[in-house]
């Protein structure tokens, strides 16, 4: 579950307004009255002074973005010709007392991603000013009132075409590059895809991942969730990530059917300390087995035996696995010989973190590797980082990507836990300006179109 609140994107909503306007092209005008003819050439917004924004949600429809007695800076090129006078040059006018009204409805699409599906827009000006200069003082005068109308009609015909391209196309390119069922590694893969329509509010906008994960190699397995719904009532940061305990359940189960929680430590993998304490404790059962196996290749198997599973409470999450544990003699071109077989289950601490955009889980295993190594009555190897008890580590504490668009990463954050889920509360920082983030992802569409 995701909740966004919308203050801290203004800035960069703003930003982003500011370049798509500065950068429509405007038309060449030209018109006749009489004997006065003018052209006009070469309009650039030079600058667009949000003054008054504001961004906010509507509820039920999505986001709106309204501009309200802003300005806007340009230049032009004049020629004038008015009986036997003729005149060119470059004028720097203003328009103040501009309006603009875009809202934005959002929507799952097909795939399950959050888009863009329509928007309206209106946008208005109330006057112009232009400063002139020379001896054609009525023209001038008239040029202004001709320059005014056509500011208002390209307000009409530019700026809100140019905002729904804006949004239909680039932004909706942007969120194109948020995750929705994608490959976490090698074994398992992720389903973000949102389970219905964003639910708009005054104060956010909600939006519910499936996150669950599934084994790549067996992706049509059915995973049960009943799990606890998770709650937000936090309105301090800025973004909200609420995760429940099938959230993580689905990942263990996943690793779990791709037979990743298992392992086998013999040869070079077994540290001397653990091979001598293993010879000390079973070298009487190898004696009364075959006394010719005395000095063949030990090895310790460790295969978790379901599915692990987790409860996450306020006090922490913690993770309960149970594992086969079995001592094994390899003597040389001879099936393996077991010596010992244990089932043990173990109930571990779990640490959730996040950083920028990936979720990763820390295990103490300190707990589960004792309850491992306490069946040999001698000394605890040193090495303990070398027991196939970590694999269930290594995998957790890669973390996996949340879906966040490029170009978009999480700082100062908080992870609450709660009686079923997890609340990671963040602000977003933008490592780059959207319409950055907007120009890398309609690059790579074009690349990807391309091969």
């Given at each position: ?45 030079t ?61 799952r ?7 863009i ?14 400063k ?14 001709v ?5 208002r ?15 239909l ?70 973004v909200y ?43 009487g ?105 970590f ?31 997890i ?29």
């Amino acid at each position: 579950m995701f909740d966004i609140f919308p203050f801290p994107v203004k800035t960069e909503t703003e930003k982003f307004v500011e370049e798509e306007l500065s950068n429509i092209s405007m038309p060449e005008m030209k018109g006749k009255d009489g004997r006065f003819q003018y052209t006009i050439t070469d309009v650039k917004i030079t600058e667009l002074n949000l003054t008054h924004a504001e961004l906010k949600f509507i509820p039920n429809v999505g986001l709106l973005f309204d501009v309200q007695n802003s300005s806007i800076s340009l230049t032009f090129n004049r020629r004038i010709l008015y009986w036997f006078f003729y005149d060119t040059g470059n004028i720097n006018a203003s328009a103040e007392g501009v309006n603009i009204n875009t809202a934005l409805k959002v929507v799952r699409d097909e795939d399950g991603r959050l888009k863009i599906s329509n928007i309206t827009c209106d946008a208005k000006i109330n006057k112009m000013k232009a400063k002139f200069s020379g001896t054609l003082g009525r023209v001038y005068d008239f040029l202004a009132r001709v320059l005014t109308t056509g500011m208002r009609f390209v307000l009409n015909q530019q700026i809100c075409p140019a905002l729904n391209h804006a949004a239909l196309v680039d932004v909706n390119s942007m969120l194109d590059t948020i995750p929705v069922r994608t490959e976490v590694d090698e074994f398992i893969g992720i389903d973000y895809a949102l389970i219905d329509d964003p639910v708009v509010t005054s104060q956010s906008l909600d939006m519910h991942f499936r996150g669950m994960f599934f084994d790549l190699a067996h992706q049509n397995i059915t995973q049960v969730n009943s799990a606890v719904d998770p709650v937000i009532r936090e309105y301090d940061r800025m973004v909200y990530l609420a995760l429940s305990e099938f959230f993580f359940d689905s990942g263990m189960f996943s690793y779990y059917t791709a037979g990743i929680f298992q392992t086998e430590i013999v040869n070079e993998k077994m540290p001397k300390d653990l091979e001598m304490l293993l010879r000390t404790t079973y070298f009487g059962a190898i004696m009364m087995l075959n006394p010719a196996l005395v000095d063949s290749p030990l090895s310790l198997q460790l295969a978790v035996n379901s599915p692990p599973k987790t409860t996450i409470k306020t006090s922490g999450a913690t993770v309960v696995m149970t594992a086969i544990v079995k001592v094994m003699v390899l003597p040389p071109g001879q099936d393996p010989v077991q010596l010992s077989s244990m089932t043990m289950e173990a109930k571990f601490n779990a640490k959730v973190s996040m950083r920028g955009k990936r979720l990763s889980v820390h295990a103490d295993l300190r707990r589960y590797l004792h309850s491992h190594l306490s069946m040999f009555p001698l000394r605890k190897p040193k090495t303990r980082s070398d027991c196939g008890c970590f694999v269930f580590s290594d995998w957790t504490k890669r973390g996996v990507r949340i879906p966040l668009a490029d170009g978009m990463d999480f700082i100062e954050e908080v992870v609450e836990y709660h009686n079923g889920f997890i609340v990671i509360g963040a602000n977003l920082h933008f490592s780059k300006g959207l319409r950055d983030m907007v120009a890398g992802s309609m690059e790579t569409a074009a690349q990807n179109n391309t091969l």
